[in-house]
Nanobody, 126 residues
Framework: QVQLVESGGGSVQAGGSLRLSCAAS????????MAWFRQAPGKEREGVAA????????DYDDSVKGRFTVSQDNAKNTLLLQMNSLKPEDTAMYYC???????????????????WGQGTQVTVST
């Protein structure tokens, strides 16, 4: 069973930055896809950013393009999310997700991933 453990969440004012980390108990270089999702109260879980083929390709939701950067540190088996220019609407619980084999669906579908972390809270105030 693979474990994913997120860290780095917290409270920040609008315009600030946070860096989220997701430590995996399995080799991330061999991962098929890893992603960050977020879920605000009363809303569905949504894909934020994803990393594919061990970090060789990435993709983002339009709402975070130009502000967030996803990357993998495969030496540390870690998925990272650098979040800059944070907005109040970025407030949510952020989850790390991963799959080591190809699964159906676009990267922004939660069903694509079979491993999930417990989440880390990000709160952005005005």
């Amino acid at each position: 069973q693979v474990q994913l453990v997120e860290s780095g969440g917290g409270s920040v004012q609008a315009g600030g930055s946070l860096r989220l980390s997701c430590a995996a108990s399995r080799d991330t270089y061999s991962s098929h896809s890893m992603a960050w999702f977020r879920q605000a109260p009363g809303k569905e879980r949504e894909g934020v950013a994803a990393s594919f083929a061990g970090g060789r390709m990435t993709d983002y939701d339009d709402s975070v393009k130009g502000r967030f950067t996803v990357s993998q540190d495969n030496a540390k088996n870690t998925l990272l999310l650098q979040m800059n220019s944070l907005k109040p609407e970025d407030t949510a619980m952020y989850y790390c997700a991963a799959a080591w084999s190809r699964r159906t669906g676009g990267w922004y579908y939660p069903s694509r991933y079979n491993y999930w972390g417990q989440g880390t809270q990000v709160t952005v105030s005005t």
